[in-house]
């Protein structure tokens, strides 16, 4: 992520849970916060970031690719 100016002048540094759904292709779905320590900062950036990743797919039982739910992100 981009670190945000005014956290980067001022010194700041925090961090962001966040939960996200993973799709069978890998992309990120529906990221919501969950906690962090001065998220109010660092949210957007952070958030930002983390809907561009790409996950290898979960798999099932069988080896198939299945949706992963609530699955936590920690950005610090």
Known sequence: PK???????????GWVLFSVDVTETGEVENVRVVDGEKKDVF????????????????????????RKRDHLVRVE
């Open 43 to 66: 949210q957007l950036e952070a958030r930002r970031a983390v809907s561009k990743w790409k996950y290898r797919p979960f798999v099932d039982q069988t080896g198939n690719p299945t």
């Open 3 to 13: 670190y945000p100016r005014a956290a980067l002048i001022s010194g700041e540094e």
